[in-house]
């Protein structure tokens, strides 16, 4: 599938007041992005239930692509709950600050890949974040998603399967100090 011509996006971002707004296209635009994934973690349905979980979160914070009028991509997450940062399990020590914003997903659709578009997504949600931390996380088959987060500032500190039935995944968390 060849990329589009245009690579000029309209960027919207949308908050917590906005959910029921947006749940459509966040889905649509998931569907699309895994038609070709067989397994029931991705399906609508289960998709759905993260939909509403975070964006029912006071914090949420999302940005949609638009190419024209057709969405096309989107980043969303929410800060992390004040002493429910998960992620700091992993490390000893842990950073002194707990401040931290869960990026939750990042998803372009297969027309609209390698163009620079996740790039554009990712600093303008994460890049515009009051917090110093950011954790996502990376199924760890998708080495070439993990580069990418790490290219970005991402270090991979451990590995999690949050749902007995998800996928392995890579916990990676920007912002810690070298």
Do not use: N
């Not at 999302?62 to 002493?83: K, L, N, Q, R, T």
């Not at 297969?110 to 554009?120: D, N, V």
């Amino acid at each position: 599938m060849e990329p589009p011509v245009t690579t000029t996006y309209t960027l919207r971002r949308y908050g917590h007041r906005q959910a029921a707004e947006i749940r459509q296209v966040l889905l649509d635009v998931h569907t699309d992005a895994y038609a070709d994934e067989t397994d029931d973690f991705h399906d609508q349905e289960r998709f759905a239930w993260f939909v509403d979980h975070w964006s029912g979160l006071p914090g949420f914070d999302c940005v949609i692509a638009y190419d024209g009028d057709e969405p096309v991509g989107y980043a969303y997450g929410a800060p992390a709950v004040h002493g429910r940062e998960w992620w700091r399990e992993y490390l000893s020590p842990a950073p002194e600050t707990a401040s931290t914003f869960s990026l939750s997903e990042l998803m372009v659709r297969p027309k609209w890949r390698a163009t620079g578009l996740s790039a554009r997504l990712h600093t303008e949600l994460v890049g515009r974040r009051r917090e110093p931390l950011a954790v996502l996380l990376v199924d760890t088959t998708h080495s070439r998603v993990q580069a990418l987060y790490a290219s970005w500032g991402y270090a991979k500190v451990g590995e999690r399967r949050p749902f007995a039935d998800s996928p392995l995944y890579a916990v990676m968390v920007r912002g810690l100090q070298p």
